[in-house]
């Protein structure tokens, strides 16, 4: 039996033949201050069977690991988990329950870094397009806060975007009082809805037999230069891949091609002052028909102070524009659409 059909000789994946799948991915992560004497390795000192035994946890598993010098990414069945020193960012799709982790992260770092402590956390999703398939606590954001404000006593909730408008994006942050940044950081990620057919269908092994060759010919390998790269094609289709550079900077990737629920994610901790160019060459490759761009970042970072230097994308509309100012981080919101829909 076919699980596609070809448009212009490219296959397009729809969820009557293949299922559907929520793309939108729940992302978390979670910064520990260790006490001095701590060993070199940090959180990294774990086994891998430690974390393999806490992803089924959340209903995923480990598929490859790849390692640098400072930091271990796995990439999972559902999107990816990145292990440094003193910080864990996992980030996962579908039907997972990723903040049912929480307690068992914070109970594995305490078990390789006695004394540790949890001083930032960050937890972020785009509204999901079938919340009524997400298991608890991710039916609603009021329960996945109320979880959350049961964890931590520092905590703040936000919402962006119109959620009639598919682009409402919620986020949580904690800062604990009384520690400062342990290291300058800052986040870019795009998230983008409705991709172009043609694009959304080569994420098929129909097309690319190896990942290697769809990374080279998507311009993935061109935006990562010098990064040691894992990436799998998905079987009838989606893909993901992580990616490794030197000093803790990373590269994540996630495609979900369905055409009624088609999605994207780039997120990497690349340090720019302006994000402009690099976002414009992710939504080049994609052709989204809308997407959600966040940075966050600290305000000793380069790209840490408020801008207005990614409203503008060529072909597109900015529709919202929000900078949300915290003690120590700000976060810059933006949503957009294709020109041609901002005129109906």
């Excluded at 990436?231 to 979900?256: Q, R």
Aim: with cysteine.
């Amino acid at each position: 039996m076919a699980f596609f059909i070809l448009v212009d000789g490219v296959p397009t994946f729809s969820v009557a033949e293949v299922g559907f799948y929520e793309g939108a991915e729940k992302l978390l992560e979670l910064w520990f201050h260790l006490p001095d004497g701590s060993s070199p390795m940090g959180i990294r000192a774990l086994p891998q069977a430690s974390w393999k035994k806490l992803l089924k946890l959340v209903k995923c598993e480990v598929l490859s690991v790849i390692t640098s010098d400072t930091t271990d990414a796995y990439l999972l069945s559902e999107s990816s988990l990145f292990v440094f020193y003193n910080r864990v960012i996992l980030k996962t799709c579908g039907t997972t329950t990723l903040l049912v982790a929480i307690k068992p992260v914070m109970a594995l770092v305490l078990e390789a870094v006695p004394g540790a402590v949890a001083v930032n956390a960050f937890y972020s999703h785009l509204h999901f397009k079938a919340p009524h398939l997400q298991a608890q606590p991710h039916t609603s954001f009021e329960e996945e806060v109320s979880l959350l404000d049961g964890m931590f006593s520092a905590g703040s909730a936000y919402s962006f975007g119109q959620q009639d408008g598919g682009n409402k994006w919620y986020m949580y942050g904690m800062q604990k009082p009384g520690y400062p940044l342990c290291r300058r950081d800052q986040t870019l990620e795009i998230i983008m809805t409705d991709l172009d057919t043609e694009v959304s269908g080569h994420f098929s092994p129909k097309v690319f037999t190896s990942a290697q060759h769809l990374v080279q010919a998507m311009g993935f390998q061109d935006i990562m230069k010098g990064a040691s790269i894992d990436a799998k094609i998905f079987t009838p289709c989606g893909f993901s891949l992580n990616a490794l550079f030197e000093d803790e900077v990373y590269f994540t990737i996630h495609v979900t091609p369905q055409v009624e629920c088609s999605f994207a994610s780039f997120e990497t901790n690349l340090p720019k002052e302006s994000y402009s160019t690099l976002i414009s060459d992710v939504i080049a490759i994609f052709k989204p028909g809308k997407c959600t761009v966040t940075v966050y970042a600290s305000k000793n970072a380069e790209g840490g102070q408020p801008s207005s230097s990614e409203d503008y994308l060529p072909g597109y509309c900015c529709c919202e524009h929000h900078l949300c100012s915290l003690p120590t981080y700000s976060l810059n919101f933006y949503s957009y659409k294709q020109e041609i829909d901002c005129l109906e």
